[in-house]
């Protein structure tokens, strides 16, 4: 289809385009110059979309919540984390945690590729399913209360 499409089109190569031609005479230089490389290249930057924002999903007014958050970013979204964090939210509630146990939306851990992400009290689980998520929240609030004893 490709092929059928290039046959009809008057241009073929970005040098015959008149425009192109007049943009590298009036801004660029020649094709490979300095100016035309520094306009034309990019680079790619990570850049966080939304710093810092979550958005809590889980009712509860315990002091000390275990905080729980997942990334809804578009990486982690397409490796499943919607569901991730909706089946995280039905746990947390008809498990009668939500006084100990806050679930939040966020974007963003800087680890697109290894998705979906999950932090639960500081330790960050990635490629995180149902089951590591839970026992993560299961191991952090067994340890809480030894935290708060010792």
């Known amino acids: 289809g490709l092929y059928d499409a290039d046959r009809?089109?008057?241009?073929?190569?970005?040098?015959?385009?008149?425009?192109?031609?007049?943009?590298?005479?009036?801004?660029?230089?020649?094709?490979?110059?300095?100016?035309?490389?520094?306009?034309?290249?990019?680079?790619?930057?990570?850049?966080?979309?939304?710093?810092?924002?979550?958005?809590?999903?889980?009712?509860?007014?315990?002091?000390?919540?275990?905080?729980v958050s997942v990334c809804v970013g578009t990486s982690c979204y397409l490796r499943g984390s919607q569901e991730l964090l909706r089946r995280l939210v039905e746990h947390v509630e008809s498990s009668g945690l939500a006084e100990r146990v806050e679930v939040n939306a966020t974007f963003c851990f800087e680890r697109c590729d290894r998705g979906p992400t999950v932090r639960v009290n500081g330790t960050v689980l990635e490629k995180c399913s149902l089951a590591s998520a839970r026992a993560a929240i299961e191991a952090a609030l067994a340890a809480a209360p030894a935290a708060k004893g010792g």
């Open 8 to 67: 009809t089109l008057e241009l073929h190569k970005a040098q015959d385009n008149p425009y192109v031609r007049a943009c590298y005479e009036r801004h660029l230089g020649h094709p490979g110059s300095a100016r035309a490389h520094e306009t034309l290249h990019t680079r790619y930057h990570s850049r966080r979309r939304i710093a810092s924002e979550e958005v809590p999903l889980t009712p509860g007014a315990g002091e000390e919540r275990l905080a």
